[in-house]
């Protein structure tokens, strides 16, 4: 069984930055996709960063040249540095691996985990 903890989210003014990181535990191997996405009062979860193991990214245009998503291979961590942070950035924000990931990459991915999400707040 693999268990995602995020952390790093917080309330932030408009043009600032944060940075949310993701650790799996358990049996995940390191070419396992893993990704961001974000769900936001309202709306549909939505793809904000994704990456393989090999070093493949992709990016929500919303977020292209503001967020860069990093991972650890060997700690089985993801993090997203989010740079320029806008208002419309509000939202909770969950770290996936697997399936999820992997269709946004357009590669295989089996089973599919979800964090439990991290509360990012962009005040005007």
């Known amino acids: 069984q693999v268990q995602l903890a995020e952390s790093g989210g917080g309330l932030v003014q408009a043009g600032g930055s944060l940075r949310l990181s993701c650790a799996a535990s358990g049996r995940l191997l390191s070419i396992t996709p893993m990704g961001w996405y974000r769900q936001a009062p309202g709306k549909q979860r939505e793809l904000v960063a994704a990456s393989t193991g090999g070093g493949t990214t992709k990016y929500a245009d919303s977020v292209k040249g503001r967020f860069t998503i990093s991972r650890d291979n060997a700690k089985h961590t993801v993090d997203l540095q989010m740079n320029n942070l806008k208002p419309e950035d509000t939202a909770v924000y969950y770290c996936?691996?697997?399936?999820?990931?992997?269709?946004?990459?357009?590669?295989?991915?089996?089973?599919?985990?979800w964090g439990q999400g991290t509360q990012v707040t962009i005040s005007f």
């Open positions: 996936n691996a697997g399936r999820t990931a992997a269709r946004a990459l357009g590669v295989f991915g089996a089973t599919d985990y």
